[in-house]
């Protein structure tokens, strides 16, 4: 292959990657917005507009623990961290300069975390499972080609 073959397809993976990242930060945000009025309901007992079961607001009670919420923020914090180096490396693809690697690894890191966290909390569905693996699939793919390109400059 190419450089320039190869870098076509390294910068179709980026930029798919910059895209399911950028999708992935706003759905954590909006989480995160979402605990926190739900749990501000859930204090002030305003939960009648939710039509939420006693069962149900103790669940969700448990779900918002510090942890909980803690992982939210770090996931969002590291899906940013994600675009910023897939824009750093587009730049550097047009530079005609080495990528680097490092926003695909911590994309794989992420990607298994989830899937540990997940299934230790047991939520593990088939649509998350699949979710996961496409970006883990999707993370490998750009690795190859970063160092594919590094090798062909």
């Given at each position: 292959m190419t450089y320039e073959e190869t870098a076509k397809s390294f910068r179709t993976s980026n930029i798919i990657i910059i895209v399911l990242n950028i999708l992935s930060l706003i759905l954590g945000l909006i989480s995160l917005l979402g605990l926190f009025m739900t749990n501000q309901a859930i204090k002030q007992g305003n939960t009648d507009q939710y039509n939420?079961?006693?069962?149900?607001?103790?669940?969700?009670?448990?779900?918002?623990?510090?942890?909980?919420?803690?992982?939210i923020i770090v996931a969002i914090a590291i899906n940013l961290a994600?675009?910023?180096?897939?824009?750093?490396n587009l730049?550097?693809?047009?530079?005609?300069?080495a990528v680097t690697p490092i926003p695909y690894y911590i994309g794989l890191v992420l990607s298994a975390?989830?899937?540990?966290?997940?299934?230790?909390?047991?939520?593990?569905?088939?649509?998350?499972?699949?979710?996961?693996?496409?970006?883990?699939?999707?993370?490998?793919?750009?690795i190859q080609k970063a160092r594919a390109l590094v090798k062909l400059l």
């Open positions: 939420l079961s006693a069962r149900q607001i103790e669940i969700i009670k448990q779900a918002l623990t510090p942890l909980s919420l803690t992982i994600i675009v910023i180096f897939c824009f750093i730049s550097r693809l047009n530079q005609e300069t975390i989830s899937v540990i966290n997940t299934t230790l909390a047991g939520n593990l569905s088939i649509l998350s499972l699949g979710i996961q693996a496409a970006f883990i699939i999707l993370y490998f793919y750009a």
